[in-house]
């Protein structure tokens, strides 16, 4: 693999703001993310998750339950801890895009009728994030600097 390639996947130059960005949108998605997988914080599961994703189109429900559920749990915690920032941010952007156009965007922007704003906002953070890497106090600046021995 090319050493500017993963030199660009670790080094971030993002700051503190990053951290402000990272721990509270990574512990927002891992939360969703568990209510998918386990049903915790009043979700359904894989199963209850599931049959509503394939009732909506989104079929096989049960992967496509897993693979959210995954994106926004295992993601989240990566962001929350600035692990693999950039794809972990960049896979979690994607799905804030399916979750927004395939469930919310018919309802208009606001949350208070099922609106798209909550997906857009964690989808732009996690671009913003993509682009700019987990900043000063990410787990990642660990791996970088092995990296650059």
């Known amino acids: 693999m090319n050493s500017h390639f993963v030199k660009s996947l670790f080094d971030s130059t993002a700051g503190n703001a990053a951290l402000i960005l990272r721990v509270p949108t990574g512990l927002i998605l891992a939360a969703h993310g568990a209510q998918k997988l386990f049903g915790w914080f009043g979700g359904y599961g894989l199963e209850g998750t599931g049959q509503w994703m394939a009732s909506i189109g989104l079929a096989p429900g049960y992967l496509m339950a897993l693979m959210a559920g995954s994106a926004e749990f295992f993601g989240g915690l990566a962001l929350a801890l600035g692990l693999l920032t950039r794809p972990a941010a960049l896979v979690s952007a994607f799905t804030m ?49 092995k990296l650059n021995r």
């Open 97 to 145: 895009l399916v979750a927004m156009f395939s469930v919310h965007i018919g309802n208009g922007l606001f949350m208070s009728n099922n609106g798209y704003e909550y997906a857009l906002t964690l989808a732009v953070v996690s671009l913003a994030l993509t682009l700019q890497g987990g900043g000063r106090f990410a787990l990642d600046n660990l791996i970088a600097q």
